[in-house]
């Protein structure tokens, strides 16, 4: 007669998977706790300590004093700090759409050709460049006097008198465009060159079968499926744009040039020139607020242009 027995179960002390799941936890906050610290440390706590600075008049030494909203009023008012909010603005119109554009333009021309690889390093060795000695190189390139490489040329070439580059007010913000725009090209056509090798070759191939001339594949086809990376690029540009400020500290002397006055060398001038800690937290929460406020324009019209479906 057949006996029904009961299947041994394992015991309770065989690698159970709440330890396994409790020890793979622990490992994560091990190697996650550097980088958390980190973020507390240099981006919480100093953040935190701006918003508070930005409501008290402190020199760094005396005692603090609550001002409330006057700082954020002081500055709202000041012509200097609207005239580096529109300097700002002037250079992120400059740069974006234009440094983009040539991006995305030698992205699709190195995607095509052999060597690609190659030409992207070329392309990506001002990135990894200080921007110190690139700003040192191009006040050598655009000074105006016998020793500029740019003015000397077009004088003795073409019999041009060029412009005072980086000592004119009109004509600085110009200059700052272009060595921003040359110094981040590679940055971006890596990535849109990235966002290109995602593309299928078969969408390609087919729009071609249909007889669609390079410029349709390019208008129809490769922007639209590169979307998604040209909105993370704009977001990123946009963004440096708005806290431009070690380049053009180095090319040119904002004190003795009013067209290159951002809005971080305000912030810098009112905290460490002139030790108006106050107002300097009060600019700075004032450009966080600029650039939250560009970012979510961003994001919502997103949707008219960004396709997330191949």
């Not at 440390?41 to 402190?58: I, N, S, T, Y």
């Not at 040192?136 to 073409?158: C, H, M, P, R, Y």
């Not at 040039?257 to 800690?277: C, D, M, P, W, Y």
Request: proline share 5%.
């Amino acid at each position: 007669m057949a006996t029904l027995t009961r299947p041994r179960t394992a015991p309770a002390h065989a690698s159970p998977k709440g330890k396994i799941r409790s020890r793979d936890g622990l490992w994560a906050a091990f190697f996650l706790a550097p980088q958390v610290i980190g973020l507390i440390v240099f981006l919480v706590v100093p953040l935190g300590f701006a918003l508070v600075l930005a409501f008290m008049k402190w020199d760094g030494l005396g005692n603090q004093s609550w001002v409330g909203f006057d700082n954020f009023a002081a500055q709202l008012g000041d012509p200097e700090f609207g005239r580096a909010v529109w300097n700002t603005v002037k250079i992120a119109l400059i740069t974006v759409p234009i440094g983009l554009t040539l991006a995305v333009l030698i992205a699709v021309g190195l995607n095509s050709i052999k060597g690609g690889n190659f030409y992207r390093v070329l392309y990506f060795m001002p990135v990894v460049t200080s921007s110190v000695a690139v700003a040192l190189i191009w006040q050598v390139i655009l000074a105006n006097d016998e020793n500029g490489v740019l003015n000397t040329s077009l004088k003795n070439w073409f019999g041009i008198t060029a412009p005072d580059w980086l000592g004119s007010p009109q004509w600085v913000v110009v200059s700052i465009a272009v060595v921003t725009i040359w110094s981040s090209l590679g940055l971006n056509v890596v990535i849109f060159m990235a966002g290109l090798q995602t593309i299928p070759p078969q969408v390609f191939e087919a729009a071609r079968i249909d007889g669609a001339s390079p410029v349709q594949i390019f208008r129809r086809v490769t922007l639209p499926l590169l979307s998604p990376t040209i909105f993370f690029s704009t977001i990123v540009a946009v963004i440096s744009s708005l806290q431009a400020f070690d380049l053009i500290y180095v090319l040119v002397d904002p004190k003795d040039n009013e067209g290159a006055q951002t809005i971080v060398f305000r912030v810098f001038e009112l905290g460490f020139q002139k030790f108006e800690f106050g107002m300097s937290s009060a600019a700075s929460i004032l450009l966080l607020l600029l650039t939250l406020i560009v970012t979510l324009v961003q994001f919502a019209a997103q949707k008219r242009f960004v396709h997330y479906d191949s």
